[in-house]
């Protein structure tokens, strides 16, 4: 059994990696390839919160946790590494990524009909039009264009407001105030604030949708709630819009302008996706396995004796599941530090696995494949218009990105319309 006391964890604990030491800026801590390399399962860590943690760092150890009933998610995503993290704080109700067992199921399988293929699929003739449209505009206003403010931000913005039937005009608020969330080291009152105003937003929206349900996803919850018996509650309804509203944009949207930066960077790749836009889906998937945008990886606790490989942990150990680490595992992935477009990497957990894998990400997969199909082959001259060692990244937020991406060409094209 794995069950030392604290203080033995703590002399023993090396520090959870949080920068990128290979300098390799799309490269996930260097440390963690050396964890990879080891005999054991976990090497226990000491993390920013001030708590000790297992960490999992292989693929096959990362997808084996991910599946054990024995793992908690009620500190998900990420708490191990945002400062001053309040872990005794009570769950608000309907707070999908932190429930277990059965209260998680329940709201699953409420949630499951809005994001089957077929409705997903039903919306990409949308998502084309917008994508298309989104392009048109940074045409029209000419070179140089932010792409992360510009195109990558709204895209996805656009689409879960849809979606959820958030008017777009609340689109500003809920922006800045999501990047004050997911910062790792904000003042705990200046996150509580931004927690707040998105929080409201969402259960005003819940209670008129409630009073008079609209055909969007949270309108046909609220009815889909009640003809089953479930009724929902005007706070379960705004922690899920909120979920869902962050979730929905804010990964996306860090997708898009760090798949574009690391691929103007392999201009071999960059230059067979606009050869073949058919490419596209297996591009997708390549560029979720080598970014993996939830940089710091998925907090779980221990609730009962947890197998990690050939060891276990007892009950009430922390574990964290590194995602981007198992993602770079030459053992599945050949040459996994290196972009292949062609390659199949569907296995890959940027989504994570098992019961709280990504509800969403059949809508993410037609966003991106739609940028990727469309964008490049719009914009082909498409370049930085600022040295690469000038982009900014979000080193210290939950999901990666870059703090913008200036770009250029060399004149508009009206010769592709995208279809």
Known sequence: MMGETTSDIQAAAGSFPTTRESGCPFDPPAAFAGLRDQDKAAERLSCPAGIDAHVVSSYAHVRSVLTEPTLSSRWAPSLHVVVNSDFERPLEPGSILQLDGAEHTRLR??????????????????IQRLIDDRIDA?????????????????????????????????????????????????????????YDEVTQLMRQLAEDKTAEPTDDLLGRLIVR???????????????????????????????????????????????ALRADPELAGTAVDEMLRYISPVQ??????????????????????????????????????PAADRID???????????????????????????????????????????????????????????????????????????????
């Not at 990690?308 to 009430?316: I, M, P, S, Y």
């Not at 574990?319 to 992935?333: K, Q």
């Open 296 to 333: 710091f990886g998925l907090l779980r606790r221990t609730t009962g004796d947890t197998p990690v490989g050939d060891d276990t942990l007892d009950a009430g150990q922390w574990l964290v599941a590194a995602l981007a680490s198992a993602n770079r595992d030459e053992t599945v992935f």
């Open 109 to 126: 399988r409420l949630l499951t009909p809005e994001f089957t293929v077929r409705r997903v699929q039903a919306m990409r003739p949308y």
């Open 341 to 419: 477009i062609e390659r199949p990497a569907t296995a890959h957990l940027a989504f994570g696995h098992g019961v709280h894998q990504c509800l969403g990400q059949q809508l993410a997969r037609v966003e991106l494949r739609e940028v990727f199909a469309r964008l490049y082959r719009r914009i082909p001259t498409m370049r930085l218009a600022v040295p690469f060692e000038d982009i900014e990244f979000k080193d210290n937020a939950l999901v990666y990105g870059v703090r913008a991406l200036p770009i250029t060409w060399d004149e508009p094209s009206d010769t592709e319309d995208g279809q």
């Open 225 to 271: 709630a009640r003809e089953t018996g479930q009724q929902l509650s005007i706070p379960e309804l705004g922690m899920l819009g909120l979920s869902l509203l962050v979730a929905g944009h804010e990964t996306t949207a860090n997708m898009i302008g760090l798949s574009t930066l690391a691929l103007l960077r392999r201009p071999d790749q960059l230059e």
């Open 138 to 194: 940074m045409l029209a206003a000419g070179a140089p264009a932010d792409l992360y403010r510009d195109f990558a931000l709204p895209i996805p913005s656009q689409v879960i407001c849809e979606l959820l039937g958030v008017p777009y005009e609340d689109r500003d608020r809920f922006e800045r105030q999501t990047g004050v969330m997911l910062s790792v080291d904000r003042d705990p009152a200046e996150v509580a604030v931004a």
